[in-house]
């Protein structure tokens, strides 16, 4: 492997110094970025959906839990998808790993839930079995995801009420999108690796594999080492 330039520590200070004015310049713009969504226009959500829980039936109005936020991620959890039924999809359960502590979230009124197809009795058993108990999770028995484009690929979809009872679509992400929510890759793109994924423009020789392949289910991991 050729690495970059081995120099003192008074040049990798000057080194840092130019680039933390990149990173402020990143910050800045995902700042701006975010003040942009909040401008977005919010359209209606005319359809009655109706989700099963764990207490029964719900509809989308109960899935914000009282608070006046809702993010739902569209996890891919049902019989025609890799690894069922012991395993949600392997990136949708990497994603799951990474849910926060959501007290914190709901301090902010705001609620966060899976959504999936498979049946609430398939859910609570992944769940318990991969430790993701702190996650409210619900399947999907309607078009929600088709009308809310994730019946073929992961998004996660933003909405909010209104006293009234209404609710409105605010803003959705998908695809890469979702990295954000994943602190696996950011911890890794502050490292001289890397992702090392062969997308990633990396130095010549540096390790690097397919994506998606070197991803494993928690517990595959374990099974591995």
């Given amino acids: 492997m050729k690495t970059p330039p081995i120099v003192s520590a008074q040049e990798w200070d000057n080194a840092l110094a130019k680039m933390l004015v990149k990173e402020k310049e990143f910050t800045r713009a995902r700042d701006a970025l975010a003040a942009e969504r909040r401008r977005m226009p919010w359209t209606p959500v005319e359809k009655e959906y109706v989700f099963d829980g764990p207490d029964g039936k719900v509809g989308l109005l109960d899935l914000f839990d009282g608070r006046r936020q809702l993010i739902v991620y569209r996890a891919f959890f049902q019989p025609d998808v890799?690894?069922?039924?012991?395993?949600?999809?392997?990136?949708?359960?990497?994603?799951?790993?990474?849910?926060?502590?959501?007290?914190?979230?709901n301090a902010r009124d705001t609620t966060f839930v899976y959504a999936s197809p498979a049946p609430q009795g398939d859910i609570?058993?992944?769940?318990?079995?991969?430790?993701?108990?702190?996650?409210?999770?619900?399947?999907?028995?309607?078009?929600?995801?088709?009308?809310?484009?994730?019946?073929?690929?992961?998004?996660?979809?933003?909405f909010i009420r209104?006293?009234?009872?209404?609710?409105?679509?605010?803003?959705?992400?998908?695809?890469?999108?979702?990295?954000?929510?994943?602190?696996?890759?950011?911890?890794?793109?502050m490292t001289a690796l890397g992702r090392q994924e062969e997308w990633e423009d990396s130095p010549e020789g540096y390790p690097q594999t397919p994506p998606y392949q070197w991803w494993a289910w928690h517990d595959a991991y374990a099974q591995d080492g």
């Avoid at 409210?136 to 996660?156: L, N």
């Avoid at 998908?174 to 954000?180: I, K, P, S």
């Fill in 124 to 158: 609570e058993r992944v769940k318990a079995r991969m430790g993701w108990e702190r996650i409210p999770w619900y399947s999907i028995t309607d078009d929600f995801d088709k009308d809310f484009g994730c019946d073929e690929w992961h998004a996660t979809n933003a």
């Fill in 82 to 105: 890799h690894g069922w039924p012991e395993h949600a999809c392997i990136g949708c359960s990497l994603m799951a790993d990474h849910v926060p502590n959501l007290t914190h979230l």
């Fill in 162 to 189: 209104d006293g009234d009872g209404r609710v409105f679509r605010t803003y959705s992400i998908n695809n890469r999108g979702d990295e954000a929510f994943v602190t696996t890759w950011s911890l890794l793109d």
